[in-house]
């Protein structure tokens, strides 16, 4: 076996390793809560020796960060939301109805992924200020986001011609949240689809001209 495939090997196995150990993670962390779990727990769960956790991740914290990103992403690639394909092409349709549809769709996948361990996250960080300072940003980056959109769909045909950014980006920020997603979809019992409908039903009357069909 040459040198390059040997190490594609060993790279492809530590990719592995990783996301059974994010895999199992995941699943405690929910059905446990993040307190309550261990990373011999997790060890067990994923099939690895414990020391292989703290290799890897270094800590707990740190591997509910990595957890936490992972699973905004949707995978492993270090590719930032607003370098991702359905994000760059939702933002390069002509008008403002037609970058909602994909945006919409695109932002709501995030969000059923994101929905398990909100309340997971919320709960670690209000124990333990630690976590809470893994994710403090002088700017919230799902904001970030959010205003990259707003700026790009503020300039496009159909957008309400009094629409600034600014408001289009709260607008955005306030809609498209974990909290308000598992408010219709895990209190009310929505599915995706009928949150899906709902959402950019009213975005469209929010940010454009114009209603268009649903």
């Known amino acids: ?3 390059v495939k040997r190490t594609n090997k060993r790279v492809q196995k530590a990719k592995e390793t990783r996301r059974r150990i994010l895999a199992a993670a995941l699943e405690l ?3 446990d809560g993040y307190g309550a779990t261990n990373l011999q727990d997790v060890a067990d769960k994923a099939g690895v020796a414990v020391q292989t956790i703290y290799f890897v991740f270094g800590n707990k ?5 990595e ?3 992972v699973t905004i992403a949707g995978d492993d690639e270090p590719v930032a939301t607003m370098d991702r394909p359905w994000y760059v092409a939702a933002l390069a349709a002509e008008t403002a109805e037609d970058m909602l549809r994909p945006y919409v769709e695109g932002a709501t996948s995030i969000l059923e992924r994101v929905a398990p361990i909100g309340r997971v996250l919320e709960a670690a960080a209000a124990s333990d200020p630690e976590v809470a300072a893994l994710w403090s940003y002088e ?4 904001y970030v986001v959010q205003q990259g959109a707003a700026k790009a769909l503020v300039g496009k045909p159909g957008a309400r011609a009094e629409l600034s950014v ?6 955005l920020y306030g809609l498209l949240s974990p909290e308000l997603y598992l408010l219709f979809v895990r209190e009310r019992g929505w599915t995706r689809e009928r949150w899906e409908r709902w959402v950019g039903e009213t975005l469209r009357a929010q940010l454009c001209s114009t209603r268009g069909d649903s």
Do not use: G, I, N
Not at 139 to 142: E, G, I, L, N, Q
Not at 166 to 171: F, G, K, P, Y
């Open 166 to 171: 600014e408001e289009a980006a709260d607008v």
């Open 1 to 3: 076996m040459s040198d």
């Open 139 to 142: 700017v919230d980056p799902r």
């Open 29 to 31: 962390f929910v059905q």
């Open 67 to 69: 957890l936490v990103d």
């Open 61 to 65: 914290r740190a591997l509910l960060k």
